[in-house]
């Protein structure tokens, strides 16, 4: 029992793993979108553009849109847009009546 007293807590257990300066599911929707592009694009003449542009592209922004902003942002930002025009704090069915 007295080793639970003294034993050592490692910092940041709940940090997010970063990759290049973003979270690694940023950095796996950044390499299966080239995967896709890849696929689709891979017979084209141009299609070396868009299949290292484009990923490339979204990586920059990731890198700089992300920066300083708290894990999972991306997603609460998306799911803001995707809301309708009206937030309530509680759903209708809980109002005094």
Do not use: Q
């Amino acid at each position: 029992m007295t080793e639970l007293k003294s034993s050592s807590v490692h910092r940041n257990l709940d940090a997010k793993l970063k990759v290049g300066g973003v979270e690694a599911i940023d950095l796996i929707v950044v390499l299966l979108l080239g995967a896709v592009l890849n696929l689709l694009l891979s017979r084209v003449s141009f299609g070396p553009i868009f299949i290292f542009g484009i990923p490339g592209i979204l990586f920059i922004t990731l890198y700089f849109g992300k920066r300083g902003k708290p894990d999972g942002y991306l997603f609460e930002v998306i799911k803001y847009y995707l809301s309708p025009g009206e937030l309530w704090a509680g759903s209708g069915d809980d109002i005094c009546k």
